[in-house]
């Protein structure tokens, strides 16, 4: 290997690509030729550092500088600052500080790293990279010390659990899928992250690609899989290009193919490109994807592991699972399950969202409580509003209330509080969100996300989200809270697929934590948040008003009259809540009340 | 990206495609995603073409199926599409962050609604769900290019780059 003086790594995540990484990239190579740097100075392309935002972004070590903001143009001026004189610009400097980062920046309080240990650190199109982080060891500890039983055992000892979200014991599947005394056999990694909001795999994926490709050959060791698929989804496009870099860096280098490592395991695996289906992150859906059709689920058992792929016994994890194999591998079972609760071991990643002060992705320990993730890990609520629930486990996942907030987090304690693990959104809402608004919300994604093989599924969650919507359009009437529990309990048992079986867990948990909100809307006709529009009402107060015309001149539908310096009024009957007024109001004199009055305009 | 859909063989452009991703069942995706890629949509006579050079020992599907498939996934479209495909990112994460003025700038400006095309087949706009890329919302991609941090008055100029 050639021997450099300076590392600069510059981010290539979509986002800093969008702002011009690539151009940023060149000009520094440029920039290194002109001034005859180019052989002590090298210019590597890594995921996120941690500056996106403001992006582009790039770290100079060994210094360990990060800059950004900085536009081609700029590229002469800091080669010459900062790679020539050695000063550091200040002006592109980003300072270390905690609150960096939108998506991953510096560890945060209460953060352990271990999936995302690599992201942003290794370029991840570059294996050698990977070698350096104690990359591929634990192959070949598994390969040359270890025996397919060995190794479930030491995973099945760590407590691994499914990180997609059912929390199925790793160990446990590999157990299963190795007993089937039928050849060959698969592996799978499921990389079908469609929750809105999570994206947890794609960090992984896009920043750290080699860990997954390790753990999913040392699983095919314990497994006795030959082939195997990761399932990425085609919006992931950078994902897959970096994972099909990193299986051919892999191939190359002999840790896929035939003889892995000079010893008779062979294993080899493909990247598979989704086109566009929610539904396919249920295995039989992506299964059936995976073989060219349409991916539609069918009824458990058989399971994958029994009848998979090609009708074959078929190992399908998820990438944060394989992700953490190696690492168990290397540091032994104990050290991993050493951080947790006493049935979910380890650490989970989380996207969390909403109205916090830090959203981003973060890494923690299970058994830390929500209160703390919340308040310590993403700061707590923006704008010094008050928590109001938050919401676990993606699209199919459920409300969480102030009184769940000290629980432990882990599988069971999250299933027992009526919402569950999932792949690991976390959406924090305040008292500005309504409820029934949210619960509709997340019922519209999933039954435009039905694939409608099943009939509970296909009408039941149109029929639920009809229900909803005509509960905020202030039409609901007495039994219809009824009706969505019966719905949704019917919904639930006989769908065919986690998609059916879940979706109703948003309406089922706000129903039993805010059925008072359910109840306002309903009987009261009032939205306690004032988020459903048809049940609230915008009023000048006079007291307020200065008669600035701005919002006469702003409203769509011109519901606003009054002379300059005059009170203006708002017309009820025109008026579409669209809620300008109150955006454009320099003095806060649009009030939005929801009081039970209606007199209601067709919006 | 997209090149104009009438010059284009299309039984050359499925022979390629079959080709690049093998004679295989579970080939279909990719290659229809080809001929999606190639064409913007996939038109009936490849289809055909699909069903009439797949016909091996193994391997048989009906135009039916192979229909049944583009119909099933989002990304593929039976539908001719414009020159350009501007995907607009409609989930919560997006939406809370001002998304929902940024896609009626985008309808406003184009005369279209979700899934339309205007007459001079230059825009297709439709929505996606999640790229996850949640932090840089909302986000808006043009064919393959990424535009994140959008705001309403930035849709004219970011449109007049495309021809």
């Given at each position: 290997?050639?021997?450099?003086?300076?590392?600069?790594?510059?981010?290539?995540?979509?986002e800093?690509?969008?702002?011009?990484?690539?151009?940023?990239?060149d000009?520094?190579?440029?920039?290194?030729?002109?001034?005859?740097?180019?052989?002590?100075?090298?210019?590597?392309?890594?995921?996120?550092?941690?500056?996106?935002?403001?992006g582009?972004?790039?770290?100079?070590y060994?210094?360990?500088?990060?800059?950004?903001?900085?536009?081609?143009?700029?590229?002469?001026?800091?080669?010459?600052?900062?790679?020539?004189?050695?000063?550091?610009?200040?002006?592109?400097?980003?300072?270390?500080?905690?609150?960096?980062?939108?998506?991953?920046?510096?560890?945060?309080?209460?953060?352990?790293?271990?999936?995302?240990?690599?992201?942003?650190?290794?370029?991840?199109?570059n294996?050698?990279?990977?070698?350096?982080?104690?990359?591929?060891?634990?192959?070949?500890?598994?390969?040359?010390?270890?025996?397919?039983?060995?190794?479930i055992?030491?995973?099945?000892?760590?407590?691994?659990r499914?990180?997609?979200?059912?929390?199925?014991?790793?160990?446990?599947?590999?157990?299963?899928?190795?007993?089937?005394?039928?050849?060959?056999?698969?592996?799978?990694c499921?990389?079908?992250?469609?929750?809105?909001?999570?994206?947890?795999?794609?960090?992984?994926?896009?920043?750290d690609?080699?860990?997954?490709?390790?753990g999913?050959?040392?699983?095919?060791?314990?497994?006795?899989?030959s082939?195997?698929?990761?399932?990425?989804?085609?919006?992931?496009?950078?994902?897959?290009?970096?994972?099909?870099?990193?299986?051919?860096?892999?191939?190359?280098?002999?840790?896929?193919?035939?003889?892995?490592?000079?010893?008779?395991?062979?294993?080899?695996?493909?990247?598979?490109?989704?086109?566009g289906?929610?539904?396919?992150?249920?295995?039989?859906?992506?299964?059936?994807?995976?073989?060219?059709?349409?991916?539609?689920?069918?009824?458990?058992?058989?399971?994958?592991?029994?009848?998979?792929?090609?009708?074959?016994?078929?190992?399908?994890?998820?990438v944060?699972?394989?992700?953490?194999?190696?690492?168990?591998?290397?540091?032994?079972?104990?050290?991993?399950?050493?951080?947790?609760?006493?049935?979910?071991?380890?650490?989970?990643?989380?996207?969390?969202?909403?109205?916090?002060?830090?959203?981003?992705l973060?890494?923690?320990?299970?058994?830390?409580?929500?209160?703390?993730?919340?308040?310590?890990?993403?700061?707590?609520?923006?704008?010094?509003?008050?928590?109001?629930?938050?919401?676990?486990?993606?699209?199919?996942?459920?409300?969480?209330?102030?009184?769940?907030?000290?629980?432990?987090?882990?599988?069971?304690?999250?299933?027992?509080?009526?919402?569950?693990?999932?792949?690991?959104?976390?959406?924090?809402?305040?008292?500005?969100?309504?409820?029934?608004?949210?619960a509709r919300?997340?019922?519209?994604?999933?039954?435009?996300?039905?694939?409608?093989?099943?009939?509970?599924?296909?009408?039941?969650?149109?029929?639920?989200?009809?229900?909803?919507?005509?509960?905020?359009d202030?039409?609901?009437?007495?039994?219809?809270?009824?009706?969505?529990?019966?719905l949704?309990?019917?919904v639930?048992?006989?769908?065919?697929?986690?998609?059916?079986?879940?979706?109703?867990?948003?309406?089922?948990?706000?129903?039993?934590?805010?059925r008072?909100?359910?109840?306002?809307?309903?009987?009261e006709?009032?939205?306690?948040?004032?988020?459903?529009?048809?049940?609230?009402?915008?009023?000048?107060?006079?007291?307020?008003?200065?008669?600035?015309?701005?919002?006469?001149?702003?409203?769509?539908?011109?519901?606003?009259?009054?002379?300059?310096?005059?009170?203006?009024?708002?017309?009820?009957?025109?008026?579409?809540?669209?809620?300008?007024?109150?955006?454009?109001?320099?003095f806060?004199?649009?009030?939005?009340?929801?009081e039970?009055?209606?007199?209601?305009?067709?919006? | 990206?997209?090149?104009?859909?009438?010059?284009?063989?299309?039984?050359?452009?499925?022979?390629e495609?079959?080709?690049?991703?093998?004679?295989?069942?579970?080939?279909?995706?990719?290659?229809?995603?080809?001929?999606?890629?190639?064409?913007?949509?996939?038109?009936?006579?490849?289809?055909?073409?699909?069903?009439?050079?797949?016909?091996?020992?193994?391997?048989?599907?009906?135009?039916?199926?192979?229909?049944?498939?583009?119909?099933?996934?989002?990304?593929?479209?039976?539908?001719?599409?414009?020159?350009?495909?501007?995907?607009?990112?409609?989930?919560?994460?997006?939406?809370?962050?001002?998304?929902?003025?940024?896609?009626?700038?985008?309808?406003?400006?184009?005369?279209?609604?979700?899934?339309?095309?205007?007459?001079?087949?230059?825009?297709?706009?439709?929505?996606?769900?999640?790229?996850?890329l949640?932090?840089?919302?909302p986000?808006?991609?043009?064919?393959?290019?990424?535009?994140?941090?959008?705001?309403?008055?930035?849709?004219?100029?970011?449109?007049?780059?495309?021809?």
């Amino acid at each position: 290997m050639a021997f450099y003086r300076s590392h600069v790594l510059v981010c290539v995540d979509p986002e800093c690509l969008a702002k011009g990484a690539h151009e940023v990239v060149d000009a520094l190579q440029d920039e290194f030729i002109a001034q005859g740097l180019i052989d002590e100075i090298q210019v590597l392309e890594t995921s996120r550092i941690g500056g996106c935002a403001v992006g582009p972004e790039m770290m100079v070590y060994p210094e360990g500088v990060h800059y950004i903001g900085m536009t081609p143009d700029d590229i002469p001026y800091l080669v010459e600052e900062h790679f020539l004189k050695g000063r550091v610009v200040e002006r592109f400097r980003e300072v270390v500080k905690p609150i960096v980062d939108e998506e991953l920046g510096p560890l945060r309080p209460k953060e352990v790293r271990i999936v995302l240990r690599n992201c942003g650190q290794i370029d991840p199109n570059n294996i050698e990279d990977y070698l350096a982080a104690d990359g591929y060891q634990a192959l070949g500890k598994v390969l040359f010390e270890m025996t397919p039983e060995g190794v479930i055992d030491e995973v099945l000892n760590s407590g691994l659990r499914g990180r997609g979200g059912a929390g199925f014991p790793a160990a446990k599947k590999w157990a299963i899928t190795r007993e089937v005394p039928d050849n060959p056999k698969y592996m799978i990694c499921n990389a079908d992250e469609g929750d809105p909001g999570a994206f947890m795999n794609r960090r992984v994926l896009e920043g750290d690609p080699h860990c997954v490709i390790e753990g999913m050959i040392i699983g095919a060791y314990a497994v006795g899989a030959s082939y195997g698929y990761i399932y990425c989804r085609a919006e992931y496009p950078v994902a897959v290009e970096t994972l099909n870099i990193a299986i051919k860096q892999a191939r190359e280098f002999g840790f896929l193919g035939n003889n892995i490592l000079g010893t008779d395991f062979s294993f080899d695996l493909e990247v598979r490109v989704g086109a566009g289906a929610f539904v396919c992150g249920e295995e039989t859906a992506l299964i059936a994807s995976i073989m060219g059709n349409r991916g539609e689920p069918h009824p458990r058992p058989p399971f994958p592991s029994v009848k998979g792929v090609w009708d074959k016994p078929s190992n399908n994890n998820n990438v944060e699972t394989y992700s953490v194999v190696p690492q168990i591998i290397l540091n032994g079972a104990t050290w991993y399950s050493s951080m947790g609760t006493e049935k979910s071991k380890g650490t989970k990643t989380f996207a969390v969202g909403g109205n916090v002060v830090k959203p981003g992705l973060i890494e923690v320990p299970m058994g830390i409580t929500l209160r703390e993730i919340i308040f310590d890990v993403a700061g707590g609520i923006k704008d010094g509003k008050k928590f109001k629930a938050v919401q676990t486990g993606g699209p199919m996942g459920g409300c969480l209330t102030e009184q769940h907030l000290d629980l432990q987090l882990d599988y069971e304690a999250l299933s027992k509080a009526g919402s569950m693990m999932g792949s690991g959104g976390l959406v924090v809402m305040d008292e500005t969100s309504c409820m029934v608004d949210i619960a509709r919300y997340f019922m519209d994604f999933t039954q435009a996300e039905s694939c409608g093989k099943c009939t509970p599924c296909r009408v039941g969650t149109r029929r639920i989200l009809e229900l909803l919507q005509k509960i905020c359009d202030g039409k609901g009437e007495e039994g219809d809270i009824e009706a969505l529990e019966d719905l949704c309990f019917e919904v639930s048992r006989n769908s065919l697929c986690g998609l059916g079986q879940g979706a109703p867990v948003p309406v089922v948990s706000t129903l039993k934590n805010f059925r008072h909100e359910y109840e306002a809307h309903i009987f009261e006709k009032r939205c306690p948040a004032k988020v459903c529009k048809p049940l609230i009402r915008l009023n000048v107060e006079e007291s307020v008003c200065t008669g600035c015309t701005v919002c006469a001149r702003n409203c769509p539908v011109e519901a606003i009259s009054g002379e300059r310096r005059q009170v203006h009024h708002i017309d009820e009957k025109t008026c579409i809540r669209c809620g300008i007024c109150v955006q454009v109001c320099n003095f806060n004199a649009i009030v939005v009340s929801s009081e039970g009055v209606i007199q209601l305009t067709e919006v | 990206m997209t090149a104009p859909t009438i010059e284009r063989d299309v039984s050359l452009l499925v022979q390629e495609a079959i080709e690049k991703h093998g004679a295989h069942r579970d080939a279909l995706i990719p290659i229809l995603s080809e001929v999606n890629h190639a064409l913007g949509y996939i038109p009936a006579e490849a289809f055909q073409e699909v069903h009439k050079q797949l016909q091996t020992e193994d391997v048989s599907v009906s135009k039916g199926q192979l229909f049944g498939l583009a119909s099933f996934y989002d990304m593929l479209s039976t539908k001719p599409r414009g020159r350009h495909v501007i995907k607009f990112c409609e989930n919560a994460p997006c939406h809370v962050v001002g998304g929902k003025a940024v896609w009626d700038a985008l309808c406003d400006s184009l005369n279209l609604k979700n899934g339309e095309t205007t007459p001079d087949k230059k825009w297709t706009l439709v929505t996606t769900s999640c790229l996850g890329l949640c932090s840089v919302g909302p986000v808006v991609l043009i064919d393959d290019d990424l535009y994140g941090n959008v705001v309403p008055g930035q849709i004219d100029k970011i449109l007049a780059r495309y021809e």
